[in-house]
């Protein structure tokens, strides 16, 4: 299946922002469905941007006290070649205007062992594109739990249009956005990813896909980028997903 692949996360760059055209809204089609959230109340307290000193911001969401779940391409500090630095990873939950809840730096990453930053665009590192942020300390907010969930489940709550997902996108940096009701649109069983019709653009990369049925709320996925797939007859220009990587190939890591 021919794609092209663009992963989410948001870098800032050394020219003002004023000297710089607009984002293009990848991973955002049709009308925008994205919404505010109060990150104050839970689970929106326990999602939070993940600051990098100086090199742009994702999303990420505490599973354990002393654990965040966050894309891998995230940590990935490609000018230099080289993984970014623990301590220079900060989590800011329930981040808003420049009001939080919690702080801490990381201590130590843990990633798929497939992973490869070179392969990052590709399906089969997106896939894999996950990390779990080990914080220094723990923190007194509520986790978000994961999800025990298999395929035939996933898929079968996605098409419900159960799922949604949030994030600090770069056209609202400063405050959590989330698209409600989304569904799986598609399912990659040989390179486990799940494609759905979530709003999400840069910055939302790391970012929760969550399942929200009355009180549960589960994480089932971690978003990596958009993707767009080939041309059709019916879609010239090519379907473009949403694509997040899903829970089970990162619940095993966090119930370490």
């Known amino acids: 299946m021919a794609i092209a692949a663009a992963c989410l996360s948001f870098f800032a760059g050394a020219a ?13 089609t049709g009308s925008d469905d994205r919404v505010r959230v109060d990150s104050t109340s839970w689970p929106w307290i326990a ?26 391409h995230c940590l990935w500090n490609a000018p230099d070649g080289r993984w970014g ?27 798929d062992p497939e992973y490869d930053p070179a392969r990052r665009l590709q399906v089969f590192g997106m896939a894999r594109d996950w990390v779990l942020v080990e914080l220094e300390k723990k923190l007194d907010i509520r986790p978000v739990p994961l ?53 999400a653009t840069f910055g939302a990369s790391g970012g929760p896909l969550l399942r929200m049925q009355g009180d549960r709320v589960e994480v089932v996925g971690v978003q ?11 879609q010239p220009a090519g379907e473009e997903l949403s694509a997040a990587v899903p829970v089970w190939r990162f619940f095993g890591a966090a119930r370490r």
């Open 147 to 199: 999800a025990q969930l298999d395929w035939p489940a996933l898929y079968r709550l996605g098409q419900a249009g159960e799922m949604t997902n949030a994030g600090y996108s770069s056209d609202w940096p400063e405050i959590a956005m989330r698209d409600a009701g989304c569904q799986a649109e598609k399912i990659f069983a040989e390179q486990p990813l799940v494609l759905h019709n979530c709003d």
């Open 224 to 234: 990596s980028g958009a993707i767009q797939l080939k041309a059709t007859a019916t």
């Open 85 to 111: 630095i623990p301590l220079e990873t900060h989590f800011v939950a329930g981040y808003d205007r420049g009001s939080y809840a919690a702080h801490s730096r990381g201590r130590a990453f843990i990633f």
């Open 16 to 28: 003002g922002a004023d000297s710089l055209p607009p984002l293009p809204k990848i991973g955002v």
């Open 47 to 72: 999602i939070g941007r993940i600051n990098l000193e100086g090199r742009g911001h994702c999303t990420g969401t505490l599973v354990a006290p002393d654990l965040v779940l966050t894309a891998a």
